[in-house]
């Protein structure tokens, strides 16, 4: 690495989390740690701070990097990721410089956002933010609204992969008839999840909760616009664990604000949600922070792989090599 002290630059650790998610001895010991907190401001700011910089550690796409970003990182000889993909990375870019790129599985199955996918379903179906804000408020149940039971209704779930089908799985245990859709899916996929195979729009009029857990891509971005959720059952609940521009979020807005749909959201156009986003004074919705796959659990195996990554890099033998343009 030179005869410079390697740097190495935690990034997004916007929970401050990641120094009692790991061991960070090894590595401290060979190499200067910085833990960033705060997303960066803007591409120039970035750039500014995470010059000096050896490795990068980051938590899937959270920051961004495009190839100006890269272009402007002359030190940068490892980027170290969490996940295998991000729609913000142009890992290609970091291959063509010849920067390694390992990644970090951790134990991120889905459980963790499978689960608060289903938080969210309750927490939006029985009305805990209002009942929450109420008693805190010095009141209890007055304005609270009373919100509807999930036995006996639709789940439709748009995107019946691993994680769709784990939150269909929850969904049986609560006596939910459940519909399926994705461009994919076939009726045999579908039965063995507990679901019946629907065309998208059908899946759209009958369902009271609509769940996405669609890989965000060239074909999926913006699946969810005008036309869909004008398809949605008055009163229905729009749920939103995967990825922001999965959904046309200006049309989110105006369809929130009449009050013919609802929302559960954990993911954004923009991350993290930016001050006077009309998505923060929406009324009709429930916000989560991203929280999806974020568990302790997650965290601890993301960063004690990130390490171990780290450590190989400085060996000469890198491990969890990926290779974008192989």
């Given at each position: 690495?030179?005869?410079?002290?390697?740097?190495?630059?935690?990034?997004?650790?916007?929970?401050?989390?990641?120094?009692?998610?790991?061991?960070?001895?090894?590595?401290?010991?060979?190499?200067?740690?910085?833990?960033?907190?705060?997303?960066?401001?803007?591409?120039?700011?970035?750039?500014?701070?995470?010059?000096?910089?050896?490795?990068?550690?980051?938590?899937?796409?959270?920051?961004?990097?495009?190839?100006?970003?890269?272009?402007?990182?002359?030190?940068?000889?490892?980027?170290?990721?969490?996940?295998?993909r991000g729609a913000t990375l142009d890992l290609a870019e970091f291959a063509r410089r010849g920067i390694t790129i390992c990644y970090a599985d951790g134990a991120d199955s889905g459980e963790a956002t499978a689960e608060l996918a289903l938080g969210l379903i309750i927490a939006a179906a029985r009305s805990l933010p209002a009942g929450d804000a109420a008693i805190r408020a010095g009141g209890f149940q007055a304005g609270v609204p009373a919100g509807f039971q999930l036995a006996g209704k639709t789940l439709g779930i748009i995107g019946l992969g691993r994680l769709g089908a784990r939150l269909a799985r929850y969904a049986v245990a609560?006596?939910?008839?459940?519909?399926?859709?994705?461009?994919?899916?076939?009726?045999?996929?579908?039965?063995?999840?507990?679901?019946?195979?629907?065309?998208?729009?059908?899946?759209?009029?009958?369902?009271?909760?609509?769940?996405?857990?669609?890989?965000?891509?060239?074909?999926?971005?913006?699946?969810?616009?005008?036309?869909?959720?004008?398809?949605?059952?008055?009163?229905?609940?729009l749920v939103n664990t995967a990825r922001g521009p999965l959904v046309d979020e200006a049309a989110l807005v105006a369809a929130l604000s009449t009050g013919r749909i609802r929302a559960a959201l954990d993911v954004y156009d923009s991350e993290p949600l930016p001050q006077g986003h009309p998505l923060r004074a929406c009324p009709h919705v429930v916000l989560s922070p991203h929280l999806g796959y974020g568990t302790m659990e997650t965290f601890r195996a993301f960063y004690r792989q990130g390490i171990e990554n780290v450590l190989a890099f400085l060996d000469g033998v890198p491990v969890r090599r990926l290779d974008p343009i192989a």
């Open positions: 690495m030179g005869s410079m002290p390697v740097r190495v630059a935690v990034l997004d650790d916007w929970q401050g989390l990641a120094r009692e998610a790991a061991d960070w001895a090894a590595l401290e010991c060979r190499a200067e740690v910085v833990f960033f907190s705060a997303p960066f401001a803007s591409e120039d700011d970035a750039a500014s701070q995470l010059a000096g910089f050896d490795v990068l550690m980051v938590m899937r796409e959270r920051t961004a990097f495009p190839a100006s970003l890269i272009a402007r990182l002359p030190r940068l000889k490892l980027f170290a990721m969490t996940g295998r609560l006596d939910m008839k459940i519909l399926a859709w994705s461009q994919n899916l076939t009726d045999e996929a579908a039965a063995a999840a507990g679901a019946i195979r629907v065309g998208k729009y059908e899946l759209l009029a009958a369902a009271d909760v609509v769940s996405l857990h669609l890989v965000l891509s060239a074909r999926t971005r913006g699946i969810i616009g005008a036309a869909e959720l004008a398809a949605m059952k008055p009163g229905a609940l």
